[in-house]
């Protein structure tokens, strides 16, 4: 069928498996959902690589994708679409620079686009690493084309010379504001403003220590702001810490902030920040003794709030390799900015020879305080400028950039743990749901390629499920939102992706619907489907707290299939587990089946080898899903298996069949004969290739239970081989195709008589 999604399947239900028994810092995602055309749009350019910079353009319609040595302009609705795209490369001679600097020519000396912003007058400004020798230039999209306009600006303290380094930037009212290395060897890490007026960090380790820089984000501070203070840019970011008094090597994560307005100092911190102020930031997991270091970042504000009450969503990733935990912390904007604002600074005192420690600073602080925006105050004593401020608070806060208290998360504990892939990359959206509340719903990409979508309701940690967007996996390096399409882009060094805020089609039973969870999906009573809450005016069942599925309506009854096997031969009935939080167990004849070597409860369904005429019987596959509110129990499959004597016997299976006349019978085994017949010419033609196609076709054209499965039977042995898919799958799909209500999924509604839609519903199986 689809052998990679089926190995993908096998690829993350044991990982989720494995999880299920662990601590509770552990948190499974409900459903894997494995890559698929109908989960995500791909783009992808023949022989491009690194899709990582992405500046969606809402006001053109257009997602603007930044890769390696090339510009493009997508359809943000649909970024399938190409409609424009222009080449940035280096030249032979910048290569041979490159080259003969050391580098490697294959992959350093190219150009990578690091930077894309947009500017006020619409255009854009766009950076690339340029062969080790960063370089910058402005870009318009016009009649249907992007356009260069060859300006050569210098890159340098904008754009990373190194294409591996990390590095942050933000465009704030037409001036750039960048974090990254402004050489070439790396070593002078900077947080500069490139404009009115240039300004940068200081040189020194107290300021930035071999800094890793995550990402940055403005802060309207001077927003109805009674101390006339001024807007703020943040910057997250990891270093070695100054502070510890280690001997090894200590990263710490830390966000930094500067004033909108800052100009400088006149004497002292000359072009460079007067209000560079910078403190730790916590995410305490439990069982680590090392502190967790940042990876990304996402600011969540409320249009119909103040900035105040803001929050900075942060992913963390463990220090050492031995744990493969990541977290996500949450932090108030206003706390962050209480502890500048207020907090004590620390303060760097010698100890015995060479060695320096780092303390609470306790002396006198000068007026206006270290570190501050211009406000009010330092106007009334006639400070209006940075280039005012007297060169003891400048001294100061060039000594002590650091704050002495760290920052703390929103209950001082992540929102979310998970083991296994690591996270890369975080986006947030808000969403009301149909009790009213808003919930933050979380995106987040990983190493994997896989994008999970999780919510903390009450604490309690919740993922709804992680969806795998690219084959093979790829970090997600790079990941945006559009309120206006409520679409997700996601880039990786071999695409980029485009996926829905929420997949509730995905869902077909109430039960299923109910205990996802998801804030955006709820079950539509009067059409019997799971729908986007935004898209119906109906009555929903939803319970995005408990799980609560009592609200449900009683699902339909399953229709036990028919099933026969061979004396001696093997018999395998399939039932997918409907989510990663279930198990499934099974019934013969209303009693548990008690498994043994011969009868195999598998992930997927159950193995009887060598059956025999006592293994004829009614079976039924349970699902028993734990929610917060209750178990639920669901029946996902029922079989009736039937033992055939004799596979040349073809009287004694005619036998079951009660239903047809003579004739019809003569028909059906006249049409058996002669399909298999033409199956065993075709055979030996084509040498064993069993086509889907021609199963799906031979089961229309005869009734399913008459015994023409001795034909499928005979071919169950290397169906079986290609791949963990069972044989077994492919009547489920002729069942369906005969217009029967096989579901499979226990509540599923009648929805599936639709061949069409039972070709769907098999895929989704396979998504469980
Ligand atoms: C660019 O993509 C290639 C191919 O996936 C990858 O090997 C390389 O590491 C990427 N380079 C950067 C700078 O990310
Ligand atoms: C600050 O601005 C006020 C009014 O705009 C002005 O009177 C004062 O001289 C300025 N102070 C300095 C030091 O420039
Ligand atoms: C299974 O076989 C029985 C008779 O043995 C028949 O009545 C029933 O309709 C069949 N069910 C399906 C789903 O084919
Ligand atoms: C199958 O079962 C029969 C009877 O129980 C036994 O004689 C035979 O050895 C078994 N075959 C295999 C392959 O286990």
Same mark, same amino acid.
């Given at each position: 069928?689809?052998?990679?999604?089926?190995?993908?399947?096998?690829?993350?239900?044991?990982?989720?498996?494995?999880?299920?028994?662990?601590?509770?810092? &552990?948190?499974?995602?409900?459903?894997?959902?494995?890559?698929?055309?109908?989960?995500?749009?791909?783009?992808?350019?023949?022989?491009?690589?690194?899709?990582?910079?992405?500046?969606?353009?809402? &006001?053109?319609?257009?997602?603007?994708?930044?890769?390696?040595?090339?510009?493009?302009?997508?359809?943000?609705?649909?970024?399938?679409?190409?409609?424009?795209?222009?080449?940035?490369?280096?030249?032979?001679?910048?290569?041979?620079? =490159?080259? !003969? /600097?050391?580098?490697?020519?294959?992959?350093?000396?190219?150009?990578?686009?690091?930077?894309?912003?947009?500017t006020e007058d619409n255009r854009m400004y766009v950076c690339g690493t340029n062969a080790f020798d960063p370089e910058c230039d402005y870009m318009s999209y016009a009649d249907g084309k992007l356009t260069l306009e060859k300006k050569a600006e210098d890159g340098k303290g904008k754009c990373p010379f190194d294409p591996f380094q990390r590095y942050a930037s933000i465009m704030v009212e037409n001036n750039l504001f960048s974090a990254t290395s402004m050489n070439f060897l790396g070593s002078e890490p900077v947080l500069a403003r490139s404009s009115p007026v240039s300004i940068r960090t200081e040189f020194k380790s107290s300021w930035l220590h071999e800094p890793t820089f995550v990402s940055m984000a403005q802060m309207p501070e001077s927003d109805l702001s009674e101390e006339g203070d001024d807007d703020k840019v943040y910057l997250f970011f990891s270093e070695s810490a100054v502070e510890c008094d280690c001997y090894n090597k200590l990263v710490v994560s830390r966000v930094a902030r500067v004033c909108k307005g800052d100009l400088g100092g006149l004497r002292t911190l000359q072009k460079k920040w007067t209000s560079f102020l910078k403190a730790r930031m916590d995410c305490p997991v439990l069982e680590s003794q090392l502190p967790y270091i940042i990876q990304d970042t996402y600011r969540l504000c409320d249009p119909q709030q103040h900035w105040k009450d803001c929050l900075f969503y942060a992913i963390f990733t463990p220090q050492s390799d031995t744990s493969d935990l990541s977290a996500v912390c949450a932090y108030r904007v206003?706390?962050?900015?209480?502890?500048?604002?207020?907090? /004590?600074?620390? *303060?760097?005192?010698?100890?015995?020879? +060479?060695?320096?420690?780092?303390?609470?600073?306790?002396?006198?602080?000068?007026?206006?305080?270290?570190?501050?925006? %211009?406000?009010?105050?330092?106007?009334?004593?006639? %400070? !209006?400028?940075?280039? &005012?401020?007297?060169?003891?608070?400048?001294?100061?806060?060039?000594?002590?950039?650091?704050?002495?208290?760290?920052?703390?998360? %929103?209950?001082?504990?992540?929102?979310?743990?998970?083991?296994?892939?690591?996270? *890369?990359?975080?986006?947030?959206?808000?969403?009301?749901a149909a009790d009213g509340e808003k919930y933050h719903v979380m995106f987040i990409g990983t190493e994997e390629g896989t994008m999970l979508k999780a919510v903390n309701y009450d604490d309690e940690m919740f993922i709804i499920e992680e969806v795998q967007l690219f084959q093979p996996p790829e970090p997600i390096k790079t990941l945006k939102f559009s309120h206006v399409t409520g679409q997700l882009y996601a880039g990786s060094d071999s695409g980029a992706a485009q996926i829905p805020l929420a997949s509730c089609w995905r869902s077909l039973s109430c039960m299923d619907c109910v205990l996802a969870r998801d804030p955006y999906c709820g079950w539509d009573k009067a059409d019997g489907k799971c729908v986007v809450l935004s898209d119906v005016k109906g009555e929903i069942i939803q319970s995005v707290k408990q799980g609560d599925a009592s609200l449900c309506p009683d699902a339909d009854p399953v229709k036990p299939m028919n099933?026969?096997?061979?004396?001696?031969?093997?018999?395998?009935?399939? =039932?997918?587990?409907?989510?990663?939080?279930?198990?499934?167990?099974?019934?013969?004849?209303?009693?548990?089946?008690?498994? +043994?070597?011969? %009868?195999?409860?598998?992930?997927?369904?159950?193995?009887?080898? !060598?059956?025999?005429?006592?293994?004829?019987?009614?079976?039924? =596959?349970? +699902?028993?899903?734990?929610s917060k509110a209750d178990q639920y129990t669901s029946t996902v499959a029922e079989y009736q298996a039937t033992a055939l004597s004799d596979p040349g016997d073809t009287g004694s299976t005619q036998a079951q069949t009660k239903g047809p006349s003579v004739a019809g019978l003569q028909v059906v085994v006249g049409l058996l004969v002669v399909s298999l017949l033409a199956l065993l010419a075709w055979n030996f033609y084509k040498g064993h290739l069993p086509l889907p196609w021609n199963c799906r076709k031979k089961n229309t054209e005869q009734s399913q239970e008459t015994p023409e499965q001795g034909g499928l039977n005979s071919r169950v042995t290397y169906q079986d081989a290609p791949g963990p898919v069972p044989a077994e799958g492919k009547p489920l799909v002729s069942g369906t195709n005969n217009g029967r209500n096989n579901h499979t999924g226990g509540e599923a509604a009648g929805e599936n008589e639709d061949p069409k839609d039972s070709l769907q519903y098999i895929d989704d199986e396979y998504e469980n």
């Open positions: 069928m689809h052998p990679p999604l089926a190995l993908c399947v096998f690829w993350l239900l044991p990982l989720a498996l494995t999880l299920e028994e662990d601590s509770p810092l &552990d948190c499974v995602p409900r459903k894997s959902v494995p890559s698929h055309t109908a989960n995500a749009h791909l783009f992808h350019e023949e022989g491009v690589f690194n899709y990582s910079t992405m500046l969606l353009r809402e &006001d053109l319609d257009l997602l603007l994708l930044g890769a390696r040595e090339a510009v493009y302009a997508l359809d943000l609705k649909d970024i399938t679409k190409k409609l424009a795209s222009v080449k940035w490369e280096v030249t032979q001679q910048q290569r041979d620079e =490159c080259r !003969n /600097k050391g580098k490697d020519p294959e992959t350093e000396c190219m150009n990578y686009i690091r930077i894309l912003h947009q206003s706390d962050i900015s209480k502890v500048f604002a207020e907090g /004590k600074y620390k *303060t760097p005192v010698p100890v015995e020879t +060479s060695f320096v420690k780092w303390v609470m600073y306790s002396g006198d602080v000068p007026v206006p305080r270290p570190g501050a925006c %211009i406000d009010n105050e330092a106007r009334k004593a006639g %400070i !209006n400028q940075t280039l &005012d401020l007297p060169d003891r608070t400048l001294q100061f806060i060039k000594d002590r950039p650091l704050m002495d208290q760290a920052i703390q998360p %929103i209950g001082e504990k992540p929102v979310l743990v998970r083991r296994g892939a690591t996270f *890369t990359r975080i986006i947030v959206n808000q969403v009301q099933r026969s096997f061979w004396h001696g031969g093997n018999l395998n009935l399939r =039932c997918l587990p409907p989510s990663n939080l279930a198990k499934t167990s099974w019934e013969r004849a209303g009693r548990p089946l008690t498994p +043994s070597a011969r %009868i195999q409860v598998l992930q997927d369904g159950l193995l009887i080898l !060598n059956a025999t005429e006592s293994d004829s019987g009614r079976y039924r =596959c349970l +699902s028993v899903e734990l």
